[in-house]
């Protein structure tokens, strides 16, 4: 699968912080979407972007899906501790049928 | 609870074993993908599954199979197991066969511990 990278690859901070991550592919992607995996779950979807140069919010998430089609980022505003976590960038190409996942930012948030 | 079902939660074999991994997608999900997570390697992709036939492969070793059942549940077997092979192994559904702009809903996931 095409290769994904996401940084950084960990990131500790305190409450209230902004947080920013993001990915780039070596491949052009028609879609890119951001997981959140807590210690012993599965990752859970938390934003899916379709459009180049969309900008999609949920709550104190927002991530944009960059206009070359090769990069995305996501953006956590005034951090909590619930946050903590790995945030994991995926993408689509085209012509692939499964989603290819970046290695992870790992989310440390202290009150 | 995300209505993907994966059994079991834990599984310790030995080195040469067999075992065989269960999932339950989502209600109404054709599509079953089996995910592999290890600490440097991420999640890697191993092979999709849509309405009981093979539709992509990955990163799948030819000691790993999988089979989709008539009631869209899947099974993934690991053979001469290794110690390497020790990790998380995750299976997702989506509703459709070339994946859904939606994404995945992800089970909880199956440790396996190699000894």
């Known amino acids: 699968g095409q290769q994904l990278n996401q940084s950084p690859q960990s990131m500790f901070i305190q409450e209230g912080e902004d947080v920013s991550m993001n990915c780039t592919s070596s491949?052009?992607?028609?879609?890119w979407l951001w997981y959140k995996q807590d210690p012993g779950e599965g990752p859970v979807l938390l934003i899916a972007?379709?459009?180049?140069?969309e900008l999609t919010s949920n709550g104190r998430l927002t991530a944009q899906f960059g206009i070359t089609r090769k990069d995305s980022f996501l953006n956590i505003s005034a951090s909590i501790p619930s946050d903590v976590g790995i945030y994991f960038c995926a993408g689509r190409s085209n012509s692939g049928y499964a989603l290819n996942f970046g290695k992870g930012t790992s989310l440390l948030v202290t009150p | 609870d995300s209505g993907v079902t994966q059994t079991p939660k834990h599984l310790i074999t030995a080195t040469g074993q067999r075992v065989t991994l269960r999932c339950s997608p989502r209600?109404?999900?054709?599509?079953v993908y089996w995910y592999q997570q290890s600490l440097d390697q991420g999640l890697q992709f191993l092979i999709q599954?849509?309405?009981?036939?093979?539709?992509a492969k990955g990163n799948i070793l030819e000691r790993f199979s999988a089979q989709q059942f008539p009631d869209l549940h899947s099974e993934l077997n690991l053979s001469s197991l290794e110690l390497g092979d020790s990790a998380l192994y995750f299976c997702a559904s989506s509703v459709e066969g070339q994946g859904t702009n939606y994404g995945y809903t992800f089970g909880s996931g199956t440790r396996l511990t190699v000894v």
């Open positions: 599954y849509y309405n009981g036939e093979e539709r």
């Open positions: 491949s052009i992607f028609n879609t």
């Open positions: 209600s109404g999900d054709l599509s």
């Open positions: 972007l379709y459009k180049a140069g």
